[in-house]
Structures are given as structure tokens and as C-alpha cells.
């Protein structure tokens, strides 16, 4: 059974530095790509970036570019999720999704975690 | 740059049928794909590649696109089927969502 858990819930000070994870199993890590999605309370999705577990090829949404950075262990079959310095705006709930194809050409995401609630609030 | 732009809310009465639409320039070009996420869960994918259904997701989800428009239809409503629906697509290496539509089942 494929499947994406992630890292528990983060109450953090704006400033302050966080790094989450979601960690695959159930499949050959790194043939599939895994994307970032945010949804802020009340709101749509908004994807954030994707990467390839096997090369590290990493895409960032224009609107993200340079607020997050994605990246991966494979060793442990864990992507993650990293902000330098949050903002109150960064609250939201963080969710990773697998994309379906394994030999590219990925049209949807298959599988989703659980999701992380990022709070940050001083 | 791309969009996709999806009605708020959308109701439909128990056992009829709905659609919801989902816009975007030259979207019948694309694959398009529709989530659905009830409140306090992960979105789950009920209709990928236009048209095709993931196993588990029941007949009365279908799925069409062309022109500028996705169309995601559910016939015979089931309450059940209330939730958020977003569409999805690709443009060039990035994913795009749509907003999100708000199906209630009167």
C-alpha cells in the first residue's frame, strides 16, 4: 500500500526557521514525484513545487520560487519541506502528494499524506 | 500566466445530476483532473486524464474536456458527495489548481 505520512503539527515564531518532512512507502521511492501543496485556512490548493526523489530535480511554483526550498533524503525515502525564516502568512496546512506516473509524464498526484498544520504566531 | 477558474458553489438536489466546470486557455489541450476533499481530509483524486476514474471511485463520477473547458459530472448525486472539488492541470513544468468548487447536496 503506497503511502505518504508526514511530519506532526509545528507551532512556530515568525523568524524562526522549520523544516517538515513526509516520508513514502509502499513503492519504489524514487521513480515518482512528489509535489508540496498549501491550503491556508477556508481556502483552495496552491502547489508549491515538485521533486524527483532520484535525481533531485526540483521545480518551484513563480509564486513560492525563493520562500521554500524542497528537497530530499532518499536514503530514508523523505522529501521536505523548508522555510529560513516564517511569517505569519505561512500558517497553513502543508500537504505532500505523490505524482501517478512512474516512468514520467505525471498528470495527477495519486497518493496524499495526512497534511502538516504550520502555525506561526508570536 | 495560466488559470483556472472554477464556480464557488454549485447545489444539487439527492439523486440528480450536476456538473462543474472548470476554465482555463486552451485547457481541452491538456490533461485535466478533479479532487475531492471533504472537510478535515487530504483531497483525493476522482477523475484523472479527463476522463478516467481510479479504482474505488464510484461509476456516477465522469469526467470531460475540451475547447477552454473541463467539465467534472456527477450523476445521481449522492449526499455523500458533498464536498470541495478542484481541477487541475499542467502548464509547462508547473501544476495549477483551480479555486475550488463548493458542491452541497440540498
Known amino acids: 500500500e503506497v503511502q505518504l505520512v508526514q511530519s506532526g503539527a509545528e507551532v512556530k515564531k515568525p523568524g524562526e526557521s522549520l523544516k517538515i518532512s513526509c516520508k513514502g512507502s509502499g513503492y519504489t521511492f524514487t521513480n515518482y514525484w512528489i509535489a508540496w501543496v498549501r491550503q491556508m485556512s477556508g481556502k483552495g490548493l496552491e502547489w508549491m513545487g515538485i521533486i524527483y526523489p532520484g535525481d533531485s530535480d526540483t521545480r518551484y511554483s513563480p509564486s513560492f520560487q525563493g520562500q521554500v526550498t524542497i528537497s530530499v533524503d532518499k536514503s530514508i525515502n523523505n522529501v521536505y519541506l523548508q522555510w529560513s525564516s516564517l511569517k505569519a502568512s505561512d500558517t497553513a496546512i502543508y500537504y505532500c502528494?505523490?505524482?501517478?506516473?512512474?516512468?514520467?509524464?505525471?498528470?495527477?498526484?495519486?497518493?496524499w499524506g495526512q497534511g502538516t498544520l504550520v502555525t506561526v504566531s508570536s | 500566466s495560466f488559470e483556472l477558474t472554477q464556480p464557488p458553489s454549485v447545489s444539487v438536489s439527492p439523486g440528480q445530476t450536476v456538473s462543474i466546470t472548470c476554465s482555463g486557455d486552451k485547457l481541452g489541450d491538456r490533461y485535466a483532473c478533479w479532487y475531492q476533499q471533504k472537510p478535515g481530509q487530504s483531497p483525493v483524486v476522482v477523475i484523472y486524464?479527463?476522463?478516467k476514474r481510479p479504482s474505488g471511485i464510484p461509476e456516477r463520477f465522469s469526467g470531460s474536456n475540451s475547447g477552454n473547458t473541463a467539465t467534472l459530472t456527477i450523476s445521481g448525486t449522492q449526499a455523500m458527495d458533498e464536498a470541495d472539488y478542484y481541477c487541475?492541470?499542467?502548464?509547462?513544468?508547473?501544476?495549477?489548481f483551480g479555486g475550488g468548487t463548493k458542491l452541497t447536496v440540498l
Open positions: 502528494a505523490r505524482g501517478d506516473s512512474e516512468s514520467g509524464g505525471t498528470t495527477n498526484f495519486d497518493s
Open positions: 487541475q492541470a499542467w502548464d509547462s513544468s508547473t501544476v495549477v
Open positions: 486524464d479527463e476522463n
